[in-house]
């Protein structure tokens, strides 16, 4: 009989499941990542620090250098007002060009012996051993006026009337300096003991002192007038209308006295001090106007 071997069946081999391992991450890449952070914020902080430095902001933001913006803002308001405390003691040379030149001529007309303001204008107080004091008069008062222009051109700038007052008002000033330089002649009995009567003639001096004086008073008178306009587009009609008032009295007074008329002497000085008078009235406004902030 045969035997049979029973057939070996191969040993079943356990299946192996592959095993899935967690990815790991290089732990030296998170403090690279965490110091970057910190780098860009630097970074970031420090442009805005920059920024502000040249752009001089005057509210700088949180977490930057503010004090470039403050001390901008700083610098402008002192200089502000330094501006304006130079502005007003400029526009109080205007306010004292009337004071200086009225009184100081007054004196002299109701002081000096043989002077006559009926007859003789104030000019020829300019003749005689007394005559510097009111050279030197001319030459202040010219000064004064000049000052007060320019305070007048910086309180009216941008305003109406605001570049033609102050020219006019610097015409006059240089007006009045070559009224200083050259004097009249002496005449009709003044200084005491010039003989009684209009001189026969008439120097270079006294022709060009003429000149001067007519430039001046033209451009007062003018000066008023554009005054006047300020005045009223301001709504200002009562400062307006006295501001054409003085001109107008300027303007009659001057005509009146070159026509011949009695006591134009007189008139022709009235009209000038009540003209240079408002002039020193309107810079005190606008002076008080600076104080107020307006």
């Known amino acids: 009989m045969t035997?049979?071997?029973?057939?070996a069946q191969p040993a079943?081999?356990?299946?192996?499941?592959?095993?899935?391992?967690?990815?790991?991450?290089?732990?030296?890449?998170?403090?690279?990542?965490?110091?970057a952070r910190p780098t860009a914020g630097r970074a970031a902080t420090a442009a805005g620090r920059r920024a502000v430095r040249v752009t001089g902001g005057v509210t700088a933001p949180a977490g930057t250098d503010s004090r470039g913006g403050d001390g901008d803002t700083a610098v402008a308001r002192r200089g502000a007002a330094a501006s304006t405390r130079s502005t007003r003691a400029l526009l109080t040379c205007a306010v004292l060009t009337t004071p200086v030149f009225g009184i100081v001529s007054l004196a002299q007309a109701f002081t000096r012996e043989g002077f006559d303001l009926l007859r003789?204008?104030?000019?020829?107080?300019?003749?005689?051993?007394?005559?510097?004091?009111?050279?030197?008069?001319?030459?202040?008062?010219?000064?004064?006026?000049?000052?007060?222009a320019i305070g007048l051109r910086r309180a009216m700038r941008g305003t109406p009337g605001g570049t033609w007052a102050p020219r006019l008002l610097l015409v006059e000033g240089a007006g009045l300096a070559a009224a200083g330089v050259f004097v009249m002649d002496p005449g009709?009995?003044?200084?005491?003991?010039t003989p009684l009567g209009a001189p026969a003639g008439m120097s270079w001096h006294a022709m060009l002192h003429m000149a001067a004086g007519s430039v001046a008073f033209t451009a007062l008178i003018a000066a008023c007038f554009v005054l006047g306009r300020h005045f009223a587009r301001a709504g200002r009609g009562g400062h307006a209308v006295a501001s054409r008032?003085?001109?107008l009295a300027l303007l009659l007074g001057n005509a009146w006295a070159m026509s011949g008329g009695r006591a134009g002497?007189?008139?022709?000085?009235?009209g000038v001090l009540v003209a240079m008078a408002w002039v020193s009235v309107a810079a005190a406004v606008r002076r008080a106007d600076l104080a107020q902030g307006r």
Do not use: R
């Not at 009709?188 to 003991?193: H, V, Y």
């Open 3 to 7: 035997t049979t071997q029973p057939t």
């Open 12 to 35: 079943l081999q356990p299946t192996t499941q592959p095993t899935t391992q967690p990815t790991a991450q290089p732990d030296a890449q998170l403090p690279a990542q965490s110091a």
């Open 120 to 148: 003789h204008p104030l000019s020829m107080l300019s003749t005689g051993d007394l005559g510097w004091l009111q050279i030197g008069t001319f030459w202040i008062t010219a000064v004064l006026t000049v000052a007060g």
């Open 188 to 193: 009709d009995g003044f200084p005491a003991g």
């Open 245 to 247: 008032l003085s001109g």
């Open 265 to 270: 002497s007189l008139t022709l000085c009235v």
